[in-house]
């Protein structure tokens, strides 16, 4: 199976700062992959999908990019309601699989 | 407006079995496949089983393979997981999950979840 890791596993930093997660995936996944918010206490919510199309309603300071193996997710600018773990998730076949998490907090 | 609610969850004890429902709204049921996935207490997300729209294709993780089974019944909207042999490593919340494409099958990736239920394995 392939494995995602995402790295760093958790970030601090100011609101207003771009803030830029990294997701690996152990074998070429094209861009079958997703992004996915989980805020304290909250169910996951999808923020990106095919590794860079944004999902309807989300703000336009999110964006991601990459392709094969290397991903990124990208935060333009810091918002304190942007306090969340962050997930990417591989979903070019069964089984689909999630990344271990990276946690954003404010500075 | 998408609606998930699940449940059905509970404590159990080690080898025991337990049913969860997904009851869903909002949506044409039929049209989509739907997941289960679950989260450990203050682990990552992990994702246990999909159905296809018409029920005819099931997909297990490895760790829950033989053990659970998904279903659905497409006349009452509704996702079910029968969990059976359960053991401590399953306690979770458990989401069910709906697929963002309106074919029927599993594209593996989440639009909506519902807020999840909680299974417990302990003696």
């Known amino acids: 199976d392939i494995q995602m890791t995402q790295s760093p596993s958790s970030l601090s930093a100011s609101v207003g700062d771009r803030v830029t997660i990294t997701c690996r995936a152990s074998q070429g996944i094209t861009n079958y992959l997703a992004w996915y918010q989980q805020k304290p206490g909250k169910v996951p919510k999808l923020l990106i999908y095919a590794a860079s199309t944004l999902q309807s309603g989300v703000p336009s300071r999110f964006s991601g990019s990459g392709s094969g193996t290397d991903f990124t997710l990208t935060i333009s600018s810091l918002q304190p309601e942007d306090v969340a773990t962050y997930y990417c998730?591989?979903?070019?076949?069964?089984?689909?699989?999630f990344g271990p998490g990276t946690k954003v907090d404010i500075k | 407006e998408v609606q998930l609610l699940e449940s059905g969850g509970g404590l159990v004890q080690p080898g025991g079995s337990l049913r969860l429902s997904c009851a869903a709204s909002g949506f044409t049921f039929s049209s989509y496949a739907m997941s289960w996935v679950r989260q450990a207490p203050g682990k990552g997300l992990e994702w246990v089983s999909a159905i296809s729209g018409t029920g005819g294709n099931t997909y297990y993780a490895d760790s829950v393979n033989g053990r659970f089974t998904i279903s659905r019944d497409n006349s009452k909207n509704t996702l079910y997981l029968q969990m059976n042999s359960l053991r401590a490593e399953d306690t979770a919340v458990y989401y069910c999950a709906k697929d963002p494409h309106n074919n029927g099958w599993s594209y593996y990736y989440f639009d909506y979840w519902g807020q999840g239920t909680l299974v417990t394995v302990s003696s």
């Open positions: 998730q591989k979903y070019n076949s069964a089984p689909p699989t």
